[in-house]
């Protein structure tokens, strides 16, 4: 808690990014705009926040889809219609979606669907 009210590090993002956790794209839809994080290299606690919540779900996904990490990706950018045909990273946007993106992996995890 406290690492990310101080500030994570840019190099955070860049990590999940070398990882195919999140594209660039992603990046700059969910975390912050590319100008904005071209200009620092700190992160706000807001961005930080986005930044946890995104390889929070990206990891629970892979734990879920073991062994099978190129599926995980694909599983998280695929329309689900629990999600009114948005993609799980879509729904990553706000706490709410992560929330509900977790609740259908969990689904997933114990064979109710995929």
């Known amino acids: 808690m406290d690492r990310l009210e101080q500030g994570l590090l840019l190099a955070t993002v860049n990590a999940l990014r070398a990882q195919d956790m999140i594209t660039d ?10 100008r904005t994080l071209m200009r620092r290299q700190t992160l706000t ?3 930080g926040d986005k930044v946890v919540r995104v390889a929070r779900i990206a990891v629970r996904a892979q734990q879920v889809f073991s062994g099978r990490p190129q599926y995980a990706a694909e599983w998280l950018r695929s329309p689900k219609s629990r999600l009114g045909e948005r993609t799980p990273m879509q729904a990553l946007s706000t706490e709410v979606g992560a929330l509900v993106v977790e609740e259908l992996l969990i689904a997933v995890q114990h064979g109710l669907f995929g």
């Open 25 to 34: 794209e992603e990046t700059y839809t969910l975390i912050a705009p590319r």
């Open 45 to 47: 606690a807001e961005e």
